[in-house]
């Protein structure tokens, strides 16, 4: 019985509801006629100023250069560090960098389909290789054994120096057997 009521009730009040939408700024002159009755003062809207837009994107922009300049100055002074603590080290450092970078732009001249993943995998270790030879740079600075890190330091290099040797023979290998296999398969 209860459920007729609730049903009567509905459709008669159906007709009656209002489905409009109130106007633009509805909400807004509502709070206001509130705020007068209560005697609160309200403040008026915050304008939004394009020069201030303008002025925190250029500040975000200074500061993400300083950042990368104080990134770039620890880097080289790291090295100005290093060659503090021992200038051997820098020169050898010097003589190996330029000796491995040769050799790395002479293993990329032989890339081709045929050597590309050896190329690839060999790039991977070398990142890895100098990966921790920047830690043992960083450790050198911060005050270990010196003469162990300079000890480990150079092997790194030779590791590095080794570690492409070897490709570039298994590279001469895998360019010979293409060559010895083109050779048999002449027509």
Do not use: C
């Amino acid at each position: 019985m209860k459920k007729d009521n609730i049903e009567e009730l509905f459709n008669e009040l159906q007709e009656k509801v209002d489905y409009a939408e109130p106007t633009s700024g509805h909400q807004q002159r509502f709070l206001e006629k509130l705020n007068e009755s209560k005697g609160v003062a309200t403040l008026a809207p915050k304008k939004k100023n394009p020069w201030m837009l303008f002025l925190s994107v250029a500040a975000s922009i200074a500061i993400l250069l300083s950042v990368g300049i104080f990134q770039l100055n620890t880097a080289n002074s790291i090295d100005n560090q290093v060659a503090q603590i021992s200038p051997e080290a820098s020169k050898t450092q010097f003589y190996f960098a330029n000796l491995i970078e040769q050799q790395i732009n002479e293993l990329n001249s032989e890339k081709s389909p045929e050597t590309e993943k050896i190329i690839n995998d060999t790039m991977a270790q070398l990142k890895k290789l100098q990966l921790n030879y920047t830690t043992m740079e960083q450790d050198l600075v911060n005050g270990g054994n010196s003469k162990l890190i300079l000890s480990a330091m150079i092997t790194n290099f030779q590791t590095r120096i080794d570690l492409l040797n070897e490709v570039m023979v298994q590279i001469e290998n895998i360019k010979s057997i293409k060559k010895s296999n083109n050779e048999n398969y002449t027509i």
